[in-house]
């Protein structure tokens, strides 16, 4: 056995009873299990797994109540586990989360840290900087300050629902802290489940009076104001949320929702030169992006202001990675608005496969009808056609543009007798583009 | 201008680490399985292929420290030693964790690093306490 304190040794007896989980798929397991060993934790007390598969199959079994997982397993399989671990232990029980990563930047661990992670364990660590985490944590868990006990008690009474007794605990935790932030947060948050926003502000303002920069309360005066439709007032808490603190990755996408809401459309261009500064962003965060430059430059076509549009789409495209989805979005806006120039621009450089899908070729199409050039778009409409492409737009495009060209009506009744097989149900609607563009004699 | 997301946010470290045998006069391939696992005042822990040696073998070693997405003010750390393998335990099929005892290294150097190591620890302790509390 290693060496303890007098302090760390009381720890022993509280963790005989404790199950221990530590998912490594890389490398630290040696050192966890001999800090284990200094704990006299038995080892038919530890799972060792290396895989995600292992890992749930243990917490759906033996539920840990320690669990040390390596980030590089997936930071979503990671933050899964741990909201498993933390459904299906009993309630009241031991719970403690280390997650051990070589990673250390601040949106990772304020991610992890609003994802219940109790603490981060820094790679490479030393096997004191390790014990010291393990210990402090644990104490907290064991033996918690009167505050955190009856926290502890309130969040177990809002996760049953019991919401009176829940803001009862935690109008009584206020008192056994002379800066209750957390209590009054916590108290805002059953009032958000009751879905009574209005007095879920209250607490936060109150909690805002303790600390002003409160995370806690700044995002849930944020989810507030946004369900109240308050969209102003959640941009304000949101701007102080980001002047203090790292937004979570996974809350970056209401961000951008809250500014293109407000219409702070410089917002999104802000963001996109930083995203331009980082060599990588997560995937989910480039699309909604992405998707967000495109609002921006729907919202200065509408203004108008067709330069800052072609930039806003430049930037949605770049930022996206070409997203066909985005891609696409960004052609339906360059065709409703008849840019022609521009989207010829824009094709050269979509990727081929893009290119040549029926919803870019649709798309090509209407923008042809659109400008007048009828010819070149009954022309791609039938070759299409004739490619088996069944697209209800596609044949309705292809009937109007041969009335209006004066086509033959042995060539026009094929078309909807096609269009017909293809679309049964709207039949009499493709009929009805006949009759109606035929003059009265 | 206040921004949804600072570059400073996403700003992480990695360890770039090579290898030398110097009992065998071989070098170990730069690898995804060679990582940084523990440190202490005499020496480390590395994760290294299972070839890379064996008890009593020294190992040149170069671990050179960055801060990624950090486009400007790059601050690289470079730390070089020879250590002597004490210890080896199979982690996988291929990898080992290989303890290592320093034989020549600049003390104040090391040092630094484990000082280093212990700051990145206590803030990010200190982010976690600012987001729980």
């Not at chain 1, 199950?19 to 890389?26: G, N, Q, S």
């Not at chain 1, 104490?139 to 007794?165: I, N, S």
């Not at chain 1, 961000?255 to 060599?279: C, K, P, W």
Request: aromatic letters at 8%; a neutral charge.
């Amino acid at each position: 056995m290693g060496e303890l304190t007098k302090g760390e040794q009381k720890l022993i007896p509280l963790l005989k009873s404790a199950r221990f989980l530590i998912v490594d798929p890389t490398s630290s397991r040696k050192s966890l299990r001999s800090l284990m060993s200094d704990f006299s934790v038995k080892p038919d007390q530890i799972e060792v797994v290396e895989n995600v598969p292992d890992a749930m199959h243990v917490i759906e079994g033996r539920t840990p109540n320690v669990f040390f997982v390596e980030y590089t397993i997936g930071s979503q399989a990671c933050f899964d586990m741990i909201r498993i671990q933390s459904e299906r232990l009993e309630p009241g029980s031991l719970r403690a989360v280390f997650l051990i990563t070589t990673q250390d930047s601040n949106s990772m661990v304020t991610s992890a840290a609003t994802e219940n992670v109790d603490a981060i364990i820094v790679k490479p660590f030393s096997f004191g900087m390790l014990k010291d985490r393990f210990c402090e944590i644990l104490f907290q868990k064991l033996a918690p300050t009167p505050y955190v006990q009856a926290l502890d008690k309130g969040r177990l009474l809002l996760k049953e629902e019991q919401f009176d007794e829940a803001l009862a605990v935690f109008r009584q935790a206020r008192t056994l802290d002379p800066k209750p932030s957390l209590a009054l947060a916590l108290e805002a948050e059953t009032f958000q489940a009751r879905k009574d926003h209005e007095e879920a502000l209250k607490c936060y303002e109150e909690a805002l009076k303790h600390n002003p920069s409160h995370f806690r309360s700044l995002l849930g005066s944020f989810d507030s104001y946004l369900a109240l439709g308050k969209n102003d007032e959640a941009y304000v808490s949101a701007r102080t949320l980001a002047q203090h603190h790292t937004i979570p990755a996974k809350r970056i996408p209401d961000m951008i929702r809250v500014s293109i809401n407000t219409q702070h459309f410089e917002d999104l261009v802000g963001f996109y030169q930083t995203a331009g500064d980082l060599s990588s962003m997560d995937e989910s965060i480039a699309s909604h992006l992405g998707a967000g430059l495109v609002i921006c430059g729907l919202h200065f076509l509408k203004r108008s202001n067709k330069d800052s549009a072609i930039d806003a789409f430049r930037k949605a495209e770049v930022a996206s990675k070409q997203n066909p989805r985005i891609l696409m979005r960004i052609l339906q806006a360059l065709v409703s608005a008849g840019l022609e120039a521009e989207m010829k621009s824009f094709m050269s450089r979509v990727p081929e496969e893009i290119r040549n899908s029926p919803d870019v070729q649709m798309a090509e199409i209407e923008l042809l009808k659109k400008t007048g050039q009828n010819l070149r778009a009954l022309e791609q409409s039938l070759r299409l056609i004739q490619q088996g492409i069944k697209v209800e737009k596609l044949y309705e495009i292809a009937i109007t543009v041969s009335i209006e060209l004066k086509r033959k009506d042995s060539l026009i009744e094929d078309l909807i007798f096609k269009a017909g097989n293809a679309f049964p149900d709207k039949k009499p609607y493709y009929e009805s583009l006949h009759v109606k563009s035929t003059p009265p004699t | 201008m206040n921004q949804w997301i600072k570059a400073k946010d996403f700003l992480k470290t990695t360890f770039e680490i090579s290898v030398k045998n110097v009992t065998t006069h071989t070098s170990v391939a730069a690898s995804t399985v060679i990582d940084l696992i523990e440190v202490n005042e005499n020496g480390l822990v590395l994760k290294l292929p299972k070839s890379a040696g064996a008890l009593g073998h020294l190992l040149m070693i170069r671990i050179v420290r960055k801060k990624e997405q950090q486009t400007k003010n790059s601050t690289d750390f470079t730390f070089d030693f020879t250590g002597k393998v004490i210890a080896m335990d199979a982690l996988e099929a291929t990898a080992s964790a290989v303890s290592l005892q320093f034989y020549q290294f600049n003390e104040n150097d090391w040092k630094n690093f484990l000082k280093e190591s212990a700051e990145r620890q206590n803030s990010v302790n200190a982010l976690i306490k600012k987001v729980q509390e």
